[in-house]
């Protein structure tokens, strides 16, 4: 029974091409998070949704942006993928800031 | 902001051994913290947590211990399997947000 699904698993876009990534979850948490994990490194908080409140972190790019059109869904959106962005986008969800449920990521490649 | 240190970065171990992961933290306001498990090319999976209230917790050969006072974590795995080669992330919560360690790489050598 998945609970945070992620798609596409993967995905390969072109250098400078738009790219949506999406995660939808069945357990109807209201925080959604978006992280961006590289290479043996930690996952990295892109930006969070406290139900419709957005929260950008002070050091993520403006490349990337995000939506939640309702409490199911969040987009990430990525404007102009550079060689830099190839990684692992993991969305997260959780009920109050509790326990965070992850996806199974979408493995980004920039050609 | 929170900032979270991690130690060792790698550690290989015997089976049957046991295995002691290190993280302290620097808010004393970060009142949660979860330890995942990421297997390569996976998803990291919650195996044990503790919050703030609590000093230690333990879930079959799993087991964390918190000290407030000192802002400092530990995940104990006792008798190791190959299974448990993994890479280990420690987490510290506040204001909704985990700031994680930068992960143990655990070798389990049969």
């Known amino acids: 029974d998945a609970m945070v699904i992620q798609n596409p698993r993967y995905q390969v876009t072109q250098f400078g091409k738009p790219v949506t990534l999406s995660c939808s979850q069945t357990l109807n948490h209201n925080v959604m998070y978006w992280y961006q994990q590289k290479s043996s490194q930690a996952p990295k908080l892109l930006f969070h949704?406290?139900?419709?409140?957005?929260?950008n972190e002070a050091d993520t790019p403006d490349n990337f942006q995000s939506r939640r059109p309702n409490t199911s869904f969040c987009f990430l959106d990525i404007r102009s993928p550079g060689l830099g962005d190839a990684a692992m986008y993991l969305c997260a969800t959780s009920s109050w800031g509790d326990e965070q449920y992850f996806g199974p990521g979408t493995r980004l490649t920039v050609t | 902001g929170e900032n979270v240190e991690q130690h060792p970065s790698t550690l290989s171990v015997q089976e049957g051994d046991s295995a002691v992961i290190k993280c302290t933290y620097s808010?004393?306001?970060?009142?949660?913290f979860p330890w995942y498990k990421q297997e390569l090319g996976k998803r990291p999976q919650l195996i044990i947590d503790i919050r703030s209230n609590v000093g230690e917790k333990k879930d079959q050969r799993i087991a964390v211990t918190l000290n407030k006072t000192a802002k400092h974590f530990s995940l104990h795995i006792t008798e190791t399997q190959p299974e448990d080669s993994a890479v280990y992330f420690c987490a510290a919560s506040k204001d909704y947000k985990l700031s994680f360690g930068a992960g143990t790489t655990v070798t389990v050598r049969a």
């Open positions: 808010d004393s306001a970060s009142n949660y």
């Open positions: 949704y406290y139900d419709k409140d957005f929260n």
